[in-house]
């Protein structure tokens, strides 16, 4: 008899029909001998409702009503999944996050999780209850209402996981697992059997959708298994573990990438100390994330310094650097806003050199110019062209034989 | 600086508009020095389509899991109405039933009201906040969320006042008050300034459905003065008190009454005892409501027994009832479903004669047969054929002179 903490998001609870087939899987699960805590999200569309609501109300309606407001969505969803699960006969209750006590601080619509009473949950599942639980959101001491923030819901199950000890959190989602790269892209994409926390962090960073980083982190943190599967398929998903496979294999897990990349580069800044400080302060002042930072020395005394924004804050942040450049007398400010930043991850790369190369190789080979690199742990991050998008994800994706069949250790070689 | 418990129905905030406007009057009363808590319902149609929703989950939902489902109806509305509030300048904050421990019974879907602890609104009030809370909605022992049944929101503002021992408790709704009778019968009715606990009382279970019955009661028992007031319009409205006026005046408040009654009539049965226990325990045993009962001794020995129900169960009475007079042995079995029941309502009758005779001098002036006559202290009710009711309501406004403009106590003499 083993804890499972399933969480169904939006789209696999989006009707009524969905929330049936949901209750039909959940007690699939509960059938074959396990305990189920079910967290699900509001059903899709309604948080988008309840929010044109508050905005026909007022243009700045107040965070603390907002999260009154909003967290109705899960609590409608707990309601009609609990139902639906009696209706096939199971024993279920459901519960609101004040109900649990999903304590968190108190930064309304982007609350912390704190701690969470599991007692009353306990007793349910060992009174042979199926318990649902409304994620994405919490009360804090002082009992406000508050939400987690969009996704939330994947932070609430692991934080339920963990709470529970439960043998794994299961995020079913509409995809059916963690994938080597894109499929949309390279059809031969495999899905991953396993990955690591680490390896998950900097996938889902670079733009896959799968899971929330806050929930990824959580997970990490507390060392609870995190399994990726599908609502809508069988299957046995992607499990993220905290565990890493054996050392005497260089392993790539996949290959990211992210189209919303622009670059911008300031050129000949007089060296001196704080220099950096003084071009990247007013890009934060202004709310602008700064991804990649590269610092080059140039010729005479000068340097060359050069940073990738998102693709919306583009405009904004070269503005604010030729201001910069004009107080810094420095000699030029030129932008890229028509380039992708591919990353190569995986935990092996910590023991193994030559994957760097490999990578450039592969490229080069392709004829792709190579225009920012950057390098972390456990992933490569390239700068390229937009065009050479891809064609660089296929050609690394032989080039590491991603397309090929794991080894035992459920992971490729290269 | 008096404290006002405010209640708006499902209409009053039942589209963003209308909040804004509800936001409005709640702020005109606090400009004018008064400390304000409001009561909200869900906005109309919302608790309609929730249930809608749990009827595509399971033809008969369970009643915990309503109650979590329809409770979302008036937290959307707190959410909101605070927004606006907030929106005209105003320290506002919303509170679930649950936030303000609204503690009840475990009858879900039709809890009743067993502690308010007020600590946490008077906190904000003294801080002056105007405090917003969910109406139709509490807690139980343990913590699950219950609701009052329809029209709840107008029990937990007369809690709410009961508990912060308000000055008085406002109904807002549809109507501008309590009238001497249905203004669409007669156009001359006039708006009671004032009418007694129990005169409303008698004059809710009759038809008048400005109020909840439990919450007059409530409001009676607690000795919370109550106002019922217009939404759309100025006014006074009518305040409910429970002080009686002088004695030395012969009182009628209003005249009610109620087109959905039939009437059935047993004739024969062996007089004995037990016999009305006989006729209407099978009745009674099929959740058939009976309102007037009358037993009239008959010819040789045996005694006539008359009483009516609700139209929709005259059918179903009829059959009960012939299956009875068989067992007993009785003559015939007789009804009526085209009766209705006009009511004479008055706390003033306690102590004066003659009111009851003027009523049916009245009604044999206009030539209207009295089929049946019940009285209680405060009430003297006829049942006549359908066709007379608007004469006989309006005969009667006329006979007690209900049209006229009260004297200075603020009631009509006759």
Known sequence: MTLLVQKYGGTSVGSLERIHDVASKVLNYKNKGHDVV???????????????????ISSDPSERELDVLLSTGEQVTIALLTMALQNLGCKSRSYTGAQVHILTDDAHNKARILDIDGARVKRDLSEGYIVVVAGFQGVDQQGNITTLGRGGSDTTAVALAAALKAEECQIFTDVDGVYTTDPRVVPEARRL?????????????????????RAVEFAGKYNVPLRVLSSFEEGEGTLI?????????????????NRDEAKLTI??????????HRILGPIGDANVEVDMIIQNVGADGTTDFTCTVHRNDYDKALAILQDTAKE???????????????????VGMRSHAGIASTMFKALADEGINIRMISTSEIKVSVVVDEKYLELAVRALHVAFGLDEEPDNAGKTKY
Chains 1, 2 share one sequence.
């Open 267 to 276: 050129q000949g800044v007089p060296d001196q100390p704080g220099v950096a």
């Open 38 to 56: 079910v967290v699900v999200s509001a059903m899709s569309g309604e948080t988008n409702r309840l929010v044109e609501l508050a905005k026909g």
């Open 193 to 213: 059997d396993r990955v690591t926390f680490e390896e998950m962090l900097e996938m889902a960073s670079l733009g896959s959708k799968v899971l929330q980083i």
């Open 328 to 346: 810094l007398g420095a000699r030029e400010v030129s932008g890229d806003n028509k380039i992708v930043k591919v990353s190569l991850v995986g």
């Open 241 to 257: 573990t905290y565990e890493e496979r054996g050392m005497e294999q260089a392993l790539i897990s996949g290959i990211a990438f």
